[in-house]
């Protein structure tokens, strides 16, 4: 089976611009997860969707939103980019519950 | 919220030896504990997890404890090899909504020296 895919692996942004990321998963798996990965912060949880509705939400603020559409493939958008927004932004597949997730190679963001 | 510690924050080890990570974690309700490993430029990837109905579990060379008590949970990897440099995170999740919501350590950078 193909693994998770992420495009685009890099993007350059500046400030106040606004950026939409994608995110294949294994075929099959219906729950997608998004995370953002800092030096500062580590990993955090952005937000996970299940049959294209949002399960759950991390700490985030209304600027990161994200969908899911009918065939598993996930989408998440950053509205009004700062620099601290600046990050690897990984999402991980999994079958169904969140458990045993496979994460994909990342976005990485840089914001200018 | 949850908060995870992780340490040791780096540890280094001569191939052969044994490595231990230690997680301590602070909500109750977690109940779902991963360990990834990421190597350098690349994605995490799941190595072992444990769930809270279970006290230890083994996988070859890794295994991970779990002490839902004094909610710590340790990795140890035995007889390590140079490929087992990486960096290590673990997690403490909280079933919601029919999925977990995870909270990761802040890693620990394995090095073992050929």
């Known amino acids: 089976k193909a693994g998770v895919t992420q495009t685009p692996r890099y993007l350059i942004k500046t400030r106040g611009q606004q950026v939409t990321l994608s995110c294949s998963p294994i075929s099959g798996h219906r729950s997608v997860s998004w995370y953002q990965q800092t030096p500062g912060q580590g990993l955090q949880f952005l937000f996970e969707y299940f049959s294209e509705t949002q399960r759950n939400k991390g700490n985030f603020p209304g600027r990161f939103s994200g969908r899911q559409f009918s065939n598993s493939r996930s989408e998440m958008n950053v509205s009004t980019l700062e620099l601290g927004d600046s990050a690897l932004y990984l999402c991980?597949?999994?079958?169904?519950?969140?458990?045993?997730?496979?994460f994909g190679p990342g976005t990485r963001l840089l914001v200018l | 919220g949850e908060n995870v510690e992780q340490h040791p924050s780096t540890l280094s080890v001569q191939e052969g030896d044994s490595a231990v990570i230690k997680c301590t974690y602070s909500?109750?309700?977690?109940?779902?504990f991963p360990w990834y490993k990421q190597e350098l430029g690349k994605r995490p990837q799941l190595i072992i997890d444990?769930?809270?109905?279970?006290g230890e579990k083994k996988d070859q060379r890794i295994a991970v404890t779990l002490n839902k008590t004094a909610k710590h949970f340790s990795l140890h990897i035995t007889e390590t090899q140079p490929e087992d440099s990486a960096v290590y995170f673990c997690?403490?999740?909280?079933?919601?909504?029919?999925?977990?919501?995870?909270?990761f350590g802040r890693g620990t950078s394995l090095i073992v020296h050929p």
């Open positions: 909500d109750s309700a977690s109940n779902y």
């Open positions: 444990i769930r809270s109905n279970v």
């Open positions: 997690a403490a999740s909280r079933a919601s909504g029919g999925s977990y919501i995870p909270t």
């Open positions: 991980a597949s999994s079958l169904t519950s969140g458990e045993t997730q496979y």
